[in-house]
């Protein structure tokens, strides 16, 4: 039977995403990523996070859709659905579908742990294109609840429902480096793509990995399979060896994040600066934040950043 016209598959194929990524490649005044808040809300207390509370509502699904309406204006390329947990907003899938509807490309990150298959089914009809999970242990600990355990049966759905990329993020720092090494292998197994990340300190500068968990962190970069190239994590090797690395970041102009009031920051950590509503922000903002190194860059561990930031290294930055 023939899908209603509102529910046909939004599919994004990969050639499109690198075609739009060569545009913006020679358009610098486009956002690469941009990360969204739709709830403060999380099923979850993991002891190193601060950006959940219990009790806030989502974000009305009008706001959301006046942000992303501007996102598109400034021709975002890739719009993430942040928390919180961004899926116990009960609009996710028409968020979305709205994104995909919009020409931009539209990602998820999240613990995962409310996946079932009717859900799953509906994302890939709304259009995902991705989704970022978390996954720090093999058990619950007093850390972190993000465990294999409880993330193993979400994996096995998304191996039989997703049509969209499967990306499983861990936090090295945040329990024992043999479970993260575990979880590595266990991710790779089902051909998802892992990504080690370093633990923060409380002004979001990457801390230093241990001998034992810097040798794990190598045993888990050498892993076959684990990331494409294109997503490569080169960036933590000084990192993890408590070095600074030098690069240019554009945070705020070829990446940032609106919280859930609608106030564009350079990034997470980063809250408070230049927090100018999403409404407002412009291109010379942007051209504005791509010109300005960031003081905190040697130590930064935000993948995001890195990331966002790639298609300009060769690009001048002329000022603090």
Known sequence: MQLPSFAQPL??????????LAKAALDKDRPVLVQIVVTRRCNLACGYCYEYDKVSKPVPLAELKARIDALRKLKAVFVTLNGGEPLLHPQIVELVRYIAEAGMIPMINTNGHVLKAPLIRSLNEAGLFG????????????????????????????REHARFIVRVNGVLGSGNPEEMEAVANIVVGYGYIFQCSLMRDSSGQALPLSDEALQAYLRIRALKGRLPRLLNDNFQLPLARGENKKWKCRAGARHFEVDGAGLVHLCQPKTGAPAKPLAEYSVEDIRCQFQCSKACADRCPIAYAHLGSRLDGFRRQQHA
Do not use: G, H
């Not at 599919?11 to 739009?20: A, D, E, F, G, Y």
């Not at 989704?131 to 998304?158: A, F, I, W």
């Open 11 to 20: 599919r994004i194929s990969r050639k499109r995403v690198l075609w739009k």
């Open 131 to 158: 989704m970022q999970l978390s996954c720090d242990s093999l058990e619950d600990n007093e850390v972190t609840e993000k465990s294999m355990r409880r993330l193993q049966p979400k994996l096995e759905l998304l």
